[in-house]
């Protein structure tokens, strides 16, 4: 069974500019969340996806903004990119109801800003 | 808000010797309580959980004990292995059914043969 896959693995973005992450769920999940990685601020829980319904927000700006399709797969979107945004940004899928916080994560795509 | 609270690392052991990570948490109501781990080049697994005071969780000879009179969930293992080395995260899970995890600041942890 293949894992979570996210796509680009890495990319460098200039200040001002905007970026898009792609997430592959685990074949049958139907949760998607986000998380973004820092050595400052360490994981922090960006967004839940369900059904392709938002379910649960994090304390970003609304320049950080995600969807979900139909086929699970899920999008991430940053714009106005601030040199702040550098970070790895996780995404994680799981079978959601009743298996609260048994997610399976992706290797990330790590972002940095110029 | 709600937290976790890790033991800063790095801990470095030697191979065979007792682990302990400690996790204390604040949060209202009765979160679940997990351990994740991220070895060398791979994503988060989740090693191990607990749901419910008293609960342990075990895994992999990792064990955590979910105490909420000290509001701690230290992770434990009697006899570790190289393939141990990782950088361990402590999380809490503040809604039911939800996805949105709390994390603490990650154990990164270094056993020498």
């Known amino acids: 069974k293949a894992g979570v896959t996210q796509t680009p693995r890495y990319l460098i973005k200039t200040r001002g500019q905007q970026v898009t992450l792609s997430c592959s769920p685990i074949?049958?999940?139907?949760?998607v969340s986000w998380y973004q990685q820092t050595p400052g601020q360490g994981l922090q829980f960006l967004f839940e996806?369900?059904?392709?319904?938002?379910?649960n927000k994090g304390n970003f700006p609304g320049r950080f903004s995600g969807r979900q399709f139909s086929n699970s797969r899920s999008e991430m979107n940053v714009s106005t990119l601030e040199l702040g945004d550098s970070a790895l940004y996780l995404c994680?899928?799981?079978?959601?109801?009743?298996?609260?916080?048994?997610?399976?994560f992706g290797e990330g795509s790590r972002l940095t800003v110029l | 808000g709600n937290s976790v609270t890790q033991m800063e690392g790095p801990v470095t052991l030697s191979e065979e010797a007792f682990l302990t990570i400690n996790c204390t948490y604040t949060?209202?109501?009765?979160?679940?309580l997990f351990w994740y781990v991220q070895y060398p080049g791979e994503g988060l697994q989740l090693l191990l959980k607990?749901?419910?005071?008293?609960d342990k969780g075990s895994n992999k000879g990792f064990e955590a004990t979910y105490r909420k009179e000290t509001t701690s969930f230290h992770l434990e293992k009697g006899s570790v292995q190289v393939s141990d080395s990782a950088v361990y995260f402590c999380?809490?899970?503040?809604?039911?059914?939800?996805?949105?995890?709390?994390f603490g600041q990650g154990t990164r942890l270094t056993i020498n043969p």
């Open positions: 999380a809490l899970s503040e809604v039911q059914g939800a996805q949105k995890l709390v």
């Open positions: 996806y369900f059904s392709e319904t938002q379910r």
């Open positions: 949060a209202t109501g009765y979160p679940s």
């Open positions: 994680a899928s799981s079978l959601a109801a009743g298996r609260t916080g048994e997610l399976f």
């Open positions: 074949s049958g999940h139907r949760s």
């Open positions: 607990a749901t419910k005071a008293d």
